[in-house]
């Protein structure tokens, strides 16, 4: 089952701050969080496992509420490198059955940051 | 820093041709991957391999499709007969294990005409 990405688009000026959402109606494993610039490969940013996880590096980050149903990316003040198409990738395989080998992604956020 | 290499980066073939993309994952990855991203649209999950043998595979993945790592470094994906629907950028991808974050190679265009 697809997860829900929102906003589908966000536009910032350079210094700003984003979140961008991924929501599914049922518990996920993991929630894995990638960026693609156009025309290149998405790349892995950070995975988060466990109900209630928080983890970042620099000025990004993200978080796993409780319920696993929930994630959200913080982009806090932007830099014109953070301009990207944001996925996140869900595994959608029962808690109980240990996750699997596959994700499935959200369509996108697609974060443009000026000058 | 090791990265994933996709070749060709282009491939233009006709319909009912078959292609082979082939990728090389991080030497000591042990989990491969193909995804693909039709134009602008999300990245779709098409099968994973694991200890030599496909461990997932989606319903896009049909008879048509098959996956091969013949010499321990090389993973391949081959479509027997192509469709227009098949025109899409191909990603390889590899993980060191299951939770892992996955390093993507930088794609195989393909485009059915």
């Known amino acids: 089952q697809q997860p829900v990405q929102s906003p589908q688009a966000v536009i910032l000026r350079e210094g700003e701050d984003a979140v961008i959402n991924c929501s599914s109606s049922?518990?996920?494993?993991?929630v894995h969080w990638y960026r693609q610039k156009h025309g290149e490969a998405p790349v892995f940013l950070m995975i988060?496992?466990?109900?209630?996880e928080q983890k970042g590096h620099d000025k990004i980050s993200a978080s796993f509420n409780e319920k696993k149903q929930q994630s959200s990316l913080y982009l806090t003040a932007s830099q014109l490198s953070y301009s990207g198409t944001y996925f996140c990738?869900?595994?959608?395989?029962?808690?109980?059955?240990?996750?699997?080998?596959?994700?499935?992604f959200g369509k996108g956020t697609k974060l443009t940051v000026n000058p | 820093e090791p990265e994933v290499t996709q070749t060709p980066s282009h491939q233009v073939t006709q319909m009912g041709q078959e292609v082979i993309l082939r990728c090389v994952p991080i030497?000591?990855?042990?989990?491969f991957y193909w995804y693909r991203q039709i134009l602008g649209q999300k990245v779709e999950f098409l099968v994973s391999?694991?200890?030599?043998?496909?461990?997932?595979k989606s319903e896009i993945f049909d008879d048509q499709f098959s996956v091969e790592r013949p010499d321990g470094s090389n993973f391949t994906l081959k479509i027997r007969s192509t469709k227009l629907e098949d025109s899409a950028m191909y990603f390889c991808?590899?993980?060191?294990?299951?939770?892992?974050?996955?390093?993507f190679g930088s794609g195989t265009r393909l485009t059915v005409v």
């Open positions: 391999f694991y200890n030599n043998e496909i461990s997932e």
């Open positions: 030497s000591n990855h042990l989990y």
């Open positions: 990738g869900t595994d959608p395989q029962a808690i109980t059955q240990g996750g699997s080998e596959k994700l499935v």
């Open positions: 991808a590899s993980s060191g294990q299951v939770n892992y974050g996955y390093t």
């Open positions: 988060l496992l466990k109900g209630g």
């Open positions: 049922k518990a996920l494993y993991s």
